[in-house]
């Protein structure tokens, strides 16, 4: 449920960040604990990943998200599904299929199997060792797209007509990415590993590696991920402390983008919390504590949004995505060769690539 009092501070942010010329982006599930029927309580994770495969969980979230869109800030006096301030929307944060459906839990894993049969046995289909594969991509390429068109179809019930994307983390299966209005992922240069017992705990391990020398590293890992003819945003990025490297990430990542003609950057994160803005210490992510790195995120942002490195003037469109893991996005504009790619632009292919 929403509590009234947290959402009355939600709303102030809105308008204060409004006031001041500051677009807003949202998710509409990064953590709950919501109490379902069937499962009782399910913790985020388990959330995120079955919402996708059981039209009860998905019910739940379509409820939560038309009172939040459908909810009328009384410090801007608009709905919020109304607003023009709020221009874009990822449904879930981090749930892309592959990567949650390969860390099932046996909470999560019937729930999966039962839906899988299903696809299955309405499409009279038989899976054996050879075609596995591809017909599990293909189930969750089918997942993926008819949970965006039910969520798409549920907000514009509200009168919603802000853009939609969902599954911004690592690959979707199959052409998944090409149903959205748009294209979100998250890179991170040097993201700390936990080696201790406890992930998000200290100790951790952060390598030592510089973005420059490694070709533009961190943001060079989602060259490919830009699907020709959608907008493209990377809604969470950094260059993670102690990296002795990590200022640079902010020139490269608004240089290239620049360059790549990206439509929008969103650092993760300033703070997390108030009294990260009042504490010494530094942290990982943040960057209020970091004078000469929140220096730097300031001057990426100028560069970016003043467009001091110019869009690429030339395009190609490249036919697999390990081929933006070369250099040419670092001398060219490129975009994933799709349906909704502009026509005249040429196609390059990787030696050995077979379509």
Same mark, same amino acid.
Request: aromatic share 12%; net charge positive; glycine share 6%.
């Given at each position: ?21 500051? $677009? ?39 409820? +939560?998200?038309?009172?939040? +869109? ?65 017909? =599990?991509?293909? =189930? ?39 149903? $959205?209005? /748009? ?61 002795? /490297? ?9 240089? /290239? ?10 650092? =993760? ?83 050995? =690539?077979?379509?």
């Amino acid at each position: 449920q929403i509590v009234p009092e947290q959402l009355k501070k939600l709303d102030y942010l809105f308008a204060e960040a409004k006031k001041r010329g500051i $677009y807003l982006s949202l998710d509409l599930f990064t953590c709950r604990w919501p109490k379902i029927s069937k499962y009782q309580q399910l913790d985020p994770g388990d959330y995120k990943c079955i919402c996708y495969f059981d039209d009860d969980v998905c019910e739940d979230l379509i409820r +939560l998200s038309k009172e939040l +869109l459908g909810h009328k800030n009384p410090y801007t006096g608009l709905r919020w599904a109304d607003d023009p301030a709020l221009v874009m929307i990822n449904l879930i944060n981090e749930a892309t299929l592959p990567v949650v459906t390969s860390r099932l839990n046996q909470r999560c894993k019937p729930v999966v199997d039962a839906a899988f049969a299903r696809y299955l046995s309405e499409r009279k289909l038989t899976v054996t060792d050879a075609n596995r594969k591809q017909v =599990f991509d293909d =189930f969750l390429t089918f997942t993926g797209k008819r949970f965006f068109d039910k969520m798409k179809q549920a907000l514009s019930s509200v009168g919603a007509r802000i853009p939609l994307c969902d599954q911004n983390f690592a690959d979707t299966a199959g052409n998944t990415r090409e149903h $959205y209005d /748009y294209v979100d992922t998250h890179f991170y240069w040097c993201h700390p590993t936990y080696i201790g017992k406890g992930l998000w705990k200290l100790p951790s391990f952060t390598p030592t590696g510089s973005p420059v020398a490694a070709s533009a590293g961190g943001i060079r890992d989602v060259f490919g991920t830009r699907i020709a003819g959608k907008p493209m945003v990377v809604s969470e990025w950094n260059y993670c402390y102690p990296n002795p /490297y990590l200022f640079t990430g902010a020139f490269l990542t608004a240089g /290239y983008a620049a360059f790549q003609d990206f439509s929008g950057l969103m650092q =993760f994160c300033y703070a997390g919390r108030p009294t990260d803005i009042q504490s010494s210490f530094l942290e990982q992510f943040l960057l209020a504590n970091n004078p000469i790195y929140k220096l730097a995120s300031r001057a990426g942002a100028l560069l970016f949004l003043r467009q001091d490195v110019s869009p690429s003037k030339e395009a190609v469109l490249i036919a697999d995505k390990a081929f933006a893991g070369m250099r040419l996005p670092l001398m060219t504009r490129i975009g994933r060769l799709s349906a909704q790619a502009p026509a005249g632009i040429p196609v390059v292919t990787a030696p050995g =690539f077979r379509s």
